[in-house]
């Protein structure tokens, strides 16, 4: 009991420095970076191909697969998008939808997901890009009821491509665990 208790201790304090923007006189002079356009590169029609693991948190090794397209349009004028999958595979259709809002305050974007099955957007994960790679935390529940942290990740392959990364933990983020990864090809010249 001691024990459980020990650990959502620990796990509240880490969710709460993994979620909260930085403070003090280096993060609000003028050299703080502004992170409305992070997402511009992305916005158009890309092919995905998607790796869902089935059962997260399970121990389940089983991953099934799909391929689609994602679509992303540019909302308020960059400060939010829209992201729209549409993938299929031997395991079924998943119909997704992103919405991504930027926060002009802590300068950090809040990535919102919900599949057309459940019909409600999933809690956020928040976080922003630095050196090119997108890093976002937030924090969930699988079956069961058990809260665990989020960690998406969003990297360059090459050029043309970008990998997103979805991760659960467990253990208040010592380890992770991968769960959705996603990697999507442009489909035609950038706009």
Do not use: C
């Amino acid at each position: 009991m001691a024990q459980t208790a020990a650990m959502k201790r620990r796990f509240a304090l880490v969710l709460l420095v993994l979620l909260l923007p930085a403070r003090g006189p280096a993060q609000n002079g003028p050299s703080r970076r502004e992170g409305q356009h992070d997402f511009d590169w992305e916005i158009g029609t890309w092919k995905t191909h998607l790796k869902r693991l089935q059962r997260p948190m399970t121990g389940s090794s089983t991953w099934v697969e799909y391929e689609g397209t994602t679509a992303v349009r540019k909302v308020w004028d960059g400060r939010a998008n829209l992201v729209e999958l549409d993938v299929a595979g031997p395991a079924g259709r998943i119909e997704g939808l992103s919405l991504r809002l930027y926060n002009p305050e802590s300068r950090q974007w809040s990535l919102n997901f919900a599949n057309v099955r459940g019909g409600t957007l999933s809690p956020p994960t928040t976080g922003e890009f630095k050196d090119g790679r997108g890093e976002f935390f937030g924090a969930d529940t699988v079956e069961g009821g058990r809260v665990i942290l989020v960690r998406f990740l969003i990297t360059p392959v090459d050029s043309t491509s970008w990998r997103f990364e979805q991760s659960f933990s467990d253990d208040g983020g010592r380890t992770w665990e991968a769960n959705w990864i996603a990697t999507d090809t442009r489909i035609g010249a950038a706009p």
